[in-house]
């Protein structure tokens, strides 16, 4: 129980000093405690008092150093300081000066610049008196006397001090709107009851009655160039001198990532100024359709910007790599339309990284640690430096190539980067730049058994392989304060990075984990399982590199994390496509036979059937050949022993109408063992076609007497889990659709199917009980040798009318 106001009441927390330093610059309470809720401003603040050098002074110049201190242009930070001393010492006395100084900083960046120029910029020196703004402010109003006579005091104020700025742009904006207010009251005197009420707003027109409308052309709204060119949002590689981040270190001091003028101009001469980007998989598995949009940006980049776009492996992990996953995803990428610049492997510079590594150490910001990887994740959760931290740098230069000539054990030292342990961010614990691995590697053999960690490696080949776009998913960005460190200690050129929000779809997984583990434990038929999203997948479905690019281009490139998009969406794309490329043919997947009676046996109509929907009736090319005999086979769901009105299929005594050919009607059914089981249908046809029956149904036919239609294997496939985001699943195996894979191995086909090939996309037609086209996409997969089976997979439901 806790009793209010006793002896043991714990004593209110002590506001941080933080609160006090700024209520000391004037600012008002709430200022200084919403300052303190956003880190970024409280280090901003801080440091910007710190470089005023005031223990207190005047809330207008307080509130001046607040501005600086949230608003100031990163890219130009080391002007800061001018600018503080300028506010101190009242060169810049109010907030249009204030804002004119930080525009011309912005545009200045970290390069000197003419303190005469800022100064005329900013209207240093210029003092505009009262009594100057008093005659302006009166030459505006009478100017406005009509407007305000009218309005009375409903008149736009704002606009009033926008006219008299234009004249006296240094002018306090504080006493034009108080000269103002004090003149309008002069003119118009008291407030009546009228002017305190609300000015009535103008009712809207009604819209025009439909037959007005009739010749009315509504324009669309133009698309917005980032719809137009979703690469506008990213600068050219010259506006590489920008502060990339901001590092804030524990001690309250503050690294300013960004290139110098001379680094940037070596590298724009290495580059001729072109635009260079990466695409760097690891090559631990195969790739899906999230590396689909990082293919999109990375080489669609490039390309806009008539740049050039690396393939680099990321083979930094020699334990899991394999040569069958790198022949894979320079297969998957050509196979996507895009073409490398250059094959590259991070193995490719192991000598450079470490060379770089020893640089590290010899600047006293990389050390030989020993702790085990249970001792490193509890330092690290506690905050505190490993006991090695401050080793001597001979020492960690002698252990390091000690680990590089193996002699030390795996897993009895690495070597960390001396970041910050105290930090806020977890990515500056001094991560991890090498490990020992006595292991092969698939690319650079067995000459290295020392191998840097992606956090050590990746930032440091960007750079050497001059990379302008560093581009990669949101779960990276609080890795960029360690990604600039690197290269801010090596005195390293500095890539552009920006992060984009991962490619999450429904119904499915996209961790390269949780892909390893359905294919290793066997809950799929392999990586290119059609059921899921891998790019081998998705190929081997029948989905093509088009119909992907044009689902990606479609989401966009942004930076909203965590939106899931339902896989609906991508089916569009690929429905999109397939209908103007793949051809219409006719399946039966659980054929139920039906006899002609009213046909002779051995006659054989030769029908034509459209290979599209809207074909030409003058193109020959745009039909095949179906043969109609007394036999043939509907979809045993296409027949009922009970008619209903809502039902277009075939019932006994109905008629019904075979796509491409004639009526029949049903006039006995054959029975099996009991009444309920159906195994043959007797039927007459019409071959005059004077019945118009409503339903339409397909169906294949002996192509000869006495000879049966073309067998095939059909495999249809449905969505792979139950759940629309089974990743967020703890039992997410759990979450598998039992039914996502059926095997029908007696479905029967048009005999014209018997000339396609592996890869052949077909539409096979239905109409279903909705009165609905139903078309299904099958792609060959499979052809057996002479005499057997196709094997056809599905693909995915087209539903059109």
Known sequence: MVVEGGDDAAPPPSPPPELELFLSIGLDKRTAENALVNNKVTANLTAVIKEAGVNGCSKAIGNLLYTVATK??????????????????????????????????????????????????????????????????????????????????????????????????????????EVIDEKLFGILGEKTEADDKKPLKKKKEKPAKLEDQKNVVVASAPPSEEEVNPYSIFPQPEENFKVHTEIFFSDGSIWRAHNTKEILERHLKATGGKVFTRFPPEPNGYLHIGHAKAMFIDFGLAKERDGNCYLRFDDTNPEAEKQEYIDHIMEIVEWMGWKPFKVTYTSDYFQDLYNLAVELIRKGLAYVDHQTPEEIKEYREKQMNSPWRDRPIAESLKLFDDMKRGLIDEGKATLRMKQDMQSENKNMYDLIAYRIKFTPHPHAGDKWCIYPSYDYAHCIVDSLENITHSLCTLEFEIRRPSYYWLLAALGLYQPYVWEYSRLNISNTVMSKRKLNRLVTEKWVDGWDDPRLLTLAGLRRRGVSSTAINSFIRGIGITRSDNSLIRIDRLEYHIREELNKTACRTMVVLNPLKVVITNLESGSIIDLDAKMWPDAPSDDASSYYKVPFTNVVYIERTDFRLKDSKDYYGLAPGKSVLLRYAFPIKCTDVVYGDNSDTVVEIRAEYDPLKKTKPKGVLHWVAQPSPGVDPLKVEVRLFEKLFLSENPAELEDWLSDLNPQSKEVIPDALAVPALASAVLGDKFQFERLDLFVRLRVSILTITSKAGLGGNFILEFLLRLLCR
């Not at 930070?77 to 300028?86: A, E």
């Not at 011309?104 to 020196?125: M, R, T």
């Not at 309005?151 to 104020?157: G, S, T």
């Open 72 to 177: 100031h242009p990163a890219n130009a930070l080391v002007h800061r300081p001018f600018l503080v001393d300028y506010v101190v010492s009242s060169k810049i006395k109010n907030s249009a000066q204030l804002d004119a100084a930080l525009s011309f900083l912005s545009n200045v960046g970290p390069e000197s610049f003419s303190v005469e120029k800022f100064d005329e910029a900013c209207g240093v020196g210029v003092d505009v008196s009262v009594e100057e703004i008093q005659s302006t402010v009166t030459a505006v109003l009478e100017e406005n006397m009509n407007a305000i006579l009218e309005q009375r005091y409903h008149i736009n104020v704002g606009n009033l001090c926008g006219q008299v700025r234009k004249r006296h742009p240094w002018a306090d904006a504080k006493i034009v709107k």
